[in-house]
């Protein structure tokens, strides 16, 4: 089946810096990417959908200045933790349908921990 | 507000015996419906999904998943559970016309030796 990798898997920062973490679809094109956060022993919080070529749409309640996100090329999305906090720590996913199949065929990424110290 | 439903934050079985995982839904027009595991640290893998058509779903390892309109229910069942089924399973719908995924809370399921 489809794969969606993402890297880093783990990252630990310092407060005030910021964090890039990037989702490739890696053998399929993707125009859409999602982008969510777990906190631990919960449910997965949809952030922000990835559009090619265009901006993100963010879901209420999640900062867009705080979250960055850039969907560079039909394969890669990029999610920017800026000026992170120890509240930001999570397990980030990202997720992707295949492009000209049915958009509910998505394909998860393994997940990326922040931990921010 | 549509909504998919986890009832049980965790369900235990014994090696060998028949499993189920419960979720109800709220969701208006036709429902697509999915279940997904979760191993520790690890992304989410499909399991089945329910679109149209035959009420049961079969799908990965052994699972299968019952749509019922009338209980608006689709409880994720195997007849005999495996300890390496241990994991943390998600329901969840996509929204008509986004796409997107709403997930349930999750339910812990532990699979004793």
């Known amino acids: 089946g489809a794969v969606v990798s993402q890297h880093p898997s783990r990252v630990i920062c310092k407060s005030g810096t910021s964090v890039k973490i990037e989702c490739r679809s890696l053998d399929f094109q993707a125009t859409t990417m999602f982008w969510y956060r777990q906190f631990p022993k919960q449910s997965l919080m949809l952030m922000a959908t990835?559009?090619?070529?265009?901006?993100?749409?963010?879901e209420q309640g999640v900062e867009k200045d705080k979250f960055l996100i850039n969907h560079a090329s039909l394969t890669l999305s990029t999610l920017t933790v800026t000026s992170a906090h120890p509240e930001d720590s999570s397990f980030y996913i990202c997720s992707a349908p295949q492009r000209g199949a049915n958009t509910d065929t998505q394909y998860f990424g393994p997940g990326t921990r922040l931990t921010v110290l | 507000a549509q909504s998919v439903a986890q009832p049980e934050d965790q369900v235990k079985v014994a090696e060998g015996n028949p499993l189920t995982v419960k979720c109800t839904y709220s969701?208006?027009?036709?429902?697509?419906l999915f279940w997904y595991v979760q191993y520790p640290n690890r992304g989410l893998q499909f399991l089945l999904k329910y679109i149209t058509g035959d009420n049961l779903v079969k799908g990965s390892y052994g699972f299968e998943a019952e749509f019922n309109k009338s209980q608006t229910s689709f409880h994720l069942k195997k007849p005999s559970a495996l300890v390496s089924d241990s994991a943390l399973y998600f329901c969840a719908y996509i929204t008509s016309g986004t796409y997107k995924y709403i997930f349930g809370t999750g339910t812990r399921l532990k699979v004793l030796a």
């Open positions: 969701v208006s027009g036709n429902p697509y």
């Open positions: 990835s559009n090619e070529g265009s901006k993100a749409t963010y």
